[in-house]
Structures are given as C-alpha cells and as structure tokens.
C-alpha cells in the first residue's frame, strides 16, 4: 500500500454508489475461473469514493509465520507458541505481494491501522508483527502479502455481473476455522447449501 493510502485509511467519504461493503465477505461465484480469486473469500476492510480494499481469506501461500519473521529479520520470543509460528500467511491478494498486512482483534496501537469492527482491525504497518514475536501481539490475527483492490465502481460492476455473492462477516470464519472451511461457512452464512450453489453454476 502506498504511503498516502495508509493516511487515508478510514479518512474517506462513502462510495458513490452508496454502497458500503467494510465487513462483509465477498464469495466468489463458482462460475468465477479467474486464477486469482477463483475458489475465494475476500474480507472488505473498507469500502468508499477512493474503491474497496479487501484481504484473500482463504488462499494459503507456501510461506509460514516463521519464515515471514526471518525474512522481515525479527527475532522471536522464547517459548513463542507453534500455534503462532506455523500459520500459513495467505495469499491477500494481487495488490502491494510485496508487503504483510495483518487482520486481527483490535488490541494495542499500531501505527497505520484500521479499526473495522469491534472484532476486526486491518494493520498495515510493521510494528503489529513485532508484537506478535515479541508474544505480545493481537490474540486472533491472519497474516497475508498484499491485498485486493478495486477501483471506484469496479466492484459495483462485478456485483452487477454476478461475479461475488456478498454476506455480513463473521468473526469465527474469519479467525477460527481451518482455511479449507472457510468458502463453505461464507456460503452458509447466506442460508445456502453450497452444493446447490456448484449445481446451480454447472447448468448455468
């Protein structure tokens, strides 16, 4: 993210379509073959006149917590649990793959950070991993490199071509389930049978 981008996090006025997805997944339709958010559950961070800004939920890289500590060279806490150092980092998105972003409980004071709900903050700055190595950080966090990004009406459009299926997000998704459950659960969130929603894709 560009460093204006952080000092407008949560500074912006409302799209101008009226729409405000911030705390919603975005599910992708399983017509959707695009190799990057194909199978995906994006959660919006923030959504308003500038575009959306969301986080790939469900799509794990090869790289663990401990590797990203290594590369960013911060050294860990003794004792520091494997619950924290074997968590996959997801694959957020296609924008800034260079940089971590980090979702989390809201808890301490980040420098660039987002406050989303009262169970969601969206931190884009370094200082949030050093708590987590110091064994200090958020108590629930998914960690990822880059984001998803659209620009103003560019998801309006997708929506309108029904591209993503959106539903109000759900903490316990979000945070506690394995990856591999978390397409499902979204769905399920909107009284769906997933298995319907494929069929439904097939004959469509």
């Avoid at 961070?45 to 790939?56: A, F, I, P």
């Avoid at 989390?104 to 050093?130: C, K, M, N, Q």
């Amino acid at each position: 993210m560009p460093p204006e981008a952080e000092t407008t996090l949560g500074k912006i006025g409302p799209a101008p379509s009226g729409l405000n997805l911030a705390n919603h997944f975005l599910i992708a339709m399983p017509s959707i073959q695009d190799p990057i958010f194909g199978g995906t559950v994006v959660y919006v961070c923030e959504h308003n006149e500038k575009g959306v800004l969301g986080v790939v939920i469900n799509k794990p890289t090869d790289m663990t917590m401990d590797v990203l500590f290594d590369r960013v060279d911060l050294k860990l806490a003794p004792g520091l649990r494997s619950s924290v150092t074997d968590q996959p980092i997801m694959f957020g998105g296609p924008v800034q793959d260079d940089r971590g972003f980090v979702l989390h409980t809201p808890s301490g004071r980040y420098s660039s950070s987002l406050t989303v709900t009262d169970d969601v903050a969206f931190t884009t700055s370094i200082d949030v991993l050093e708590a987590v190595a110091s064994g200090a950080g958020p108590a629930r966090m998914l960690v990822s490199i880059g984001y998803a990004g659209w620009s103003p009406g560019q998801l309006e459009e997708e929506l309108s071509r029904n591209g993503w299926l959106t539903v109000g997000a759900d903490a316990k998704v979000l945070f506690d389930l394995p990856i591999e459950e978390r397409y499902t659960a979204a769905i399920k969130l909107l009284g769906i049978d997933p298995l319907m929603l494929a069929t439904e894709a097939g004959h469509a």
